[in-house]
């Protein structure tokens, strides 16, 4: 493969509509699709509610990384501030925690597709198309950066163009615009039982399902440091980030809510798009959806590898993980990186298969709750940053809001959100789980020292060996 080390650069080949894209689409997963639908059920019309709220934490959450990765820009993002606001074992153990939530996002979405594939292709099984298509998106991830970033520009735009088509579809429905659909108005927000027919635990219980759609808006802070102009990019997603959310995820989700019952049967299995369209009787609705889900998994896929490889090879160039997962090639694509980080996708789908099913429920659930631990290290990094940063030639050209008391007030809530979750049965295993492999992760850090020291001296003897030849 012509491979090289490179020790301090990646490839730096994505372009302004390359980040711009991924700023955008960062924040739109299958799960605004199909996942919408449980939360939905789950909260009522409120779910408006669910996802103002998870979105502004999102929001706060975004301008505080980019206050510290405008200051210093790096592939290792969050992890690489952790290390230098709260200490070694912070950023060494949620760097490996957010290359594992990734690592297990490959085989789940390429299995989602592979599902989907095969309603289409019954003769190929569901194995042979979850294997060529995380094959194929691993070739692209190696060949690359700008491969990454061009494939991944086009999915994400047919993923925006279906949203805003959704959206404008819905709007002409909910004014009486739609032909031959006897539907109009917003009485759907009110006429089953009220707007918060569940009371106000079912907003927060669907708020805790509506977050963990917002993940993957911060991978543009990684992404924007293979760029030419990583700060321009990084500000203008930051500031972008409140109209993605509000058309995106608002926009969309009122219009589910305003023309169909929150308590439709089915609504969980089918989706909520696609009981939209299938109420305004859309040919073709599951069709067009499963072609939509398919896109969305895909890019997905797309950025958990390229994500799970770029925090591998920046754990790596700290230190935090063997030299080894550094090595680029010509392109100067940690192609090691990639290829451990799909091995691993794998390993877990090998253990679904021949190990009990509570250790793959267990490996599923330890990444329940590392979004909330990702969250939290942002802000207390944040938090003792600022102050350090400012003493920089040149000050700080970007800042979080009503510094220090909102930081301080997101603080304060994510850990209320992460005690709540432990007195629900349905989110104290995740975390549990997660915890536990966070305690795994740390008692590592000795054995990690012990390994670079050993390696350190290795390179001694080896010098002092050609020095006596």
Not at 239 to 263: G, H, K, N, Q
Request: proline share 4%.
């Amino acid at each position: 493969m012509g491979q090289t080390r490179q020790t301090h650069t990646l490839g730096g080949g994505l372009t302004t509509r390359h980040v711009t894209m991924l700023s955008i689409a960062g924040v739109i997963g299958a799960s605004l699709f199909v996942g919408s639908g449980v939360a939905i059920a789950q909260a009522g019309p409120a779910v408006l509610l669910s996802y103002l709220f998870a979105g502004l934490l999102v929001v706060f959450i975004m301008r505080m990384l980019a206050e510290m990765a405008v200051a210093s820009p790096d592939s290792g993002s969050f992890s690489t501030y952790a290390e230098q606001a709260i200490g070694k074992w912070a950023g060494y153990t949620i760097g490996w925690l957010y290359w594992w939530f990734w690592v297990l996002v490959i085989p789940l979405e390429a299995n989602i597709a592979a599902i989907i594939l095969n309603t289409w292709i019954p003769t190929v099984p569901i194995w042979l198309f979850s294997l060529a298509i995380a094959l194929a998106l691993t070739g692209s991830n190696l060949l690359s950066v700008r491969n990454y970033g061009e494939f991944e520009f086009w999915l994400a735009l047919s993923k925006v163009i279906a949203i805003l088509a959704f959206i404008v579809i819905g709007a002409l429905a909910i004014a009486g615009l739609f032909p031959h659909v006897e539907v109009s108005g917003v009485s759907r927000l009110w006429d089953h039982g009220g707007f918060m027919p569940n009371g106000f635990t079912a907003v927060l219980s669907a708020m805790l399902i509506t977050m963990f759609s917002f993940m993957g808006a911060e991978i543009v802070t990684i992404a924007a440091a293979e760029s030419a102009t990583p700060e321009k990019h990084i500000m203008r997603a930051t500031r972008s980030v409140i109209w993605r959310i509000s058309i995106f995820y608002l926009c969309s989700i009122f219009v589910v809510v305003a023309l169909i019952p929150w308590d439709t049967p089915g609504l969980k299995s089918v989706g909520s798009y696609r009981a939209v369209l299938e109420l305004l009787q859309v040919p073709y609705a599951k069709a067009i959806m499963d072609f939509v889900i398919l896109l969305s998994v895909t890019s997905c896929l797309n950025s958990a590898l390229y994500t799970a490889s770029r925090m591998l090879y920046s754990l790596s160039h700290r230190g935090d993980a063997p030299a080894i997962m550094g090595i680029t090639n010509r392109k100067r694509t940690p192609w090691v990186a990639v290829l451990l980080s799909t091995g691993a996708a794998f390993l877990t789908v090998i253990v679904n298969i021949y190990a009990p099913a509570r250790v793959f429920n267990f490996l599923i659930a330890s990444s329940g709750a590392i979004a909330l631990l990702v969250y939290l290290v942002i802000a207390v990094s944040q938090l003792r940053m600022r102050k350090r940063l400012e003493l920089r030639e040149g000050g700080l050209r970007f800042k979080m809001w009503l510094y220090p008391w909102l930081t301080c007030i997101v603080i304060a809530f994510i850990c209320s959100v992460l005690v709540v979750m432990l007195f629900r049965p349905a989110q104290r295993v995740e975390v549990i789980s997660t915890v536990v492999l966070s305690l795994g992760i740390i008692c590592t850090v000795p054995v990690m020292s012990r390994w670079k020291r050993l390696v350190a001296w290795r390179k001694v003897w080896l010098q002092t060996s050609r020095q006596v030849r």
